[in-house]
């Protein structure tokens, strides 16, 4: 398929990948408190929110980007604060059960 001025890239999308992806999507058009394990091994709880361009960016991403490299933006309940998480990681998590709804 040809795109003027667009790369186009062959990626492997797995259908437990896909389940991920639509159930990210879901909980951030439902606003829904989620429970991840951080890196530490601690459960955090957050109000997740929406696509950011990064950790440090919270404006919303280009409509046209790959959302893998998005981030998502989730407010902490524990503190108040803002975090974001990479997608491509949360994905991950929701994958291997580290990341769910609560």
Request: glycine share 6%.
């Amino acid at each position: 398929m040809y795109i003027p001025h667009r790369k186009v890239y062959i990626i492997i999308l797995t259908y437990r990948d896909a389940y991920s992806v639509g159930q990210l999507v879901t909980w951030i058009a439902k606003g829904s408190v989620i429970r991840w394990v951080n890196d530490n091994g601690d459960i955090e709880t957050g109000i997740i929110r929406h696509y950011v361009k990064s950790a440090d960016d919270f404006g919303f991403i280009d409509p046209m980007s790959d959302i893998r490299n998005a981030y998502v933006r989730i407010t902490k309940i524990s503190n108040g604060f803002d975090t974001a998480i990479k997608v491509s990681d949360m994905i991950m998590l929701i994958n291997d059960f580290r990341m769910v709804e609560d």
